[in-house]
């Protein structure tokens, strides 16, 4: 079981870390992840465009675990908190619990995140209303 275990923890080091091509290559090509209520993302490019815009919008994530269950050599449920830090430096933490299938040479066939990322979006969003350069009413001509 240690080997399970030392998978999770580096493939979750690469995902902290924001590594997607090393994230990408734990995926089979037609691997699905799936994050939240999102649709799912299928095969490598579309993960890569899920995994690159959350690594726009971040500055950095963390897993906290807070019990990891192995079901099988296959399928894996994970629960943490993770820590998400946005670009203007909030950081928000949600609950987690993920499900991980392996096929039979360890590579991720599906991912599934579940999570309520809604406070991650807010705080994303307030940061975009308050980053935006000038006011509407900066553009008002005065008579």
């Known amino acids: ?10 493939f979750y080091a690469d995902v902290d870390a924001q590594l997607t091509e090393r994230v ?21 490019d579309a993960i890569r465009e899920v995994l690159e815009n959350l690594r726009a919008a971040l500055s ?8 990891r269950w192995t079901v099988d050599q296959k399928t894996l449920v994970l629960e943490a908190r993770v820590h998400y ?3 203007g430096g909030t950081e928000v933490v949600l609950p987690c619990a993920t499900v991980v299938d392996r096929d039979s ?18 705080a ?20």
């Open 85 to 87: 830090t946005t670009r």
């Open 24 to 44: 990408l290559d734990r995926f089979t090509t037609d691997g699905e992840l799936v994050f939240g209520n999102n649709p799912p993302a299928i095969g490598r």
């Open 105 to 122: 040479s360890g590579l991720i066939t599906s991912l599934r995140i579940h999570i309520d990322a809604a406070p991650l979006f807010a």
């Open 124 to 143: 994303l969003d307030a940061e975009s209303v308050t980053a935006q350069p000038e006011s509407v009413a900066s553009h008002e001509v005065s008579g």
């Open 60 to 67: 950095g994530m963390r897993h906290e675990w807070c019990n």
């Open 1 to 10: 079981m240690s080997d399970m275990s030392d998978w999770i923890d580096s």
